[in-house]
């Protein structure tokens, strides 16, 4: 498998959330998933606020200031 490429991408792989039911829980597609996953500080707020909402997230307890913080890399 291959590494993730930032906190981001490995929260998402962690939930067990492939690249097709990100697209699908934020309205993106194609390529632009890739672009998001690879490059988190380039999602917009709706985008956080949708993933936010998945059950898997919400039952971790994260919110929108807890993802931002992950994708900015203060999660430490």
Do not use: Q
Not at 45 to 71: A, D, T
């Amino acid at each position: 498998m291959k590494k993730a490429n930032n906190d981001f991408e490995a929260l998402v792989r962690v939930l067990g959330i492939t690249k097709k039911r990100f697209g699908e829980i934020t309205g993106v597609k194609g390529s632009t998933i890739s672009k998001y996953l690879s490059n988190p500080t380039e999602l917009r707020l709706k985008h956080i606020s949708l993933f936010c909402k998945e059950e898997g997230v919400s039952k971790m307890g994260l919110g929108e200031e807890e993802v931002i913080n992950i994708i900015k890399g203060n999660d430490r």
